[in-house]
């Protein structure tokens, strides 16, 4: 059996490199994946389950100035509708009260 050149185990070596480096932004996307995943559900948790009603309300007036500038597309905007309309009925009731005075 012949020995291969060394272009061709060059070439060999090129395909291998660029078969790694797409299993490792594969590998990268995922990871980024699963912390954004892990991330939210702590957000999510903290909104729901908080023994400290500062920091949620903190915490749920941060998303609502944050989310409508960052949610750009309707059906991510849906997902939120309860962060986002409680905004809008809480500006909805100072208002109402303003002006009632």
Known sequence: MARKSISQRLAELE???KT????LGKQ??????????????????RLEQSNDPEFTRR??????????G??????DRALFDDILN????????????????
């Open 20 to 23: 790694l480096k797409a299993r």
């Open 28 to 45: 990268e996307r995922a990871q980024d994946t699963r912390r954004k995943i892990l991330l939210g559900a702590l957000v999510l948790h």
């Open 59 to 68: 915490l749920k007036d941060w998303l609502q100035r944050e989310l409508p």
């Open 70 to 75: 960052f949610l750009v597309r309707d059906g």
């Open 86 to 101: 409680s905004a809008e009925a809480g500006a909805d009731i100072g208002a109402d009260i303003r002006a009632a005075e």
């Open 15 to 17: 395909e291998r490199k």
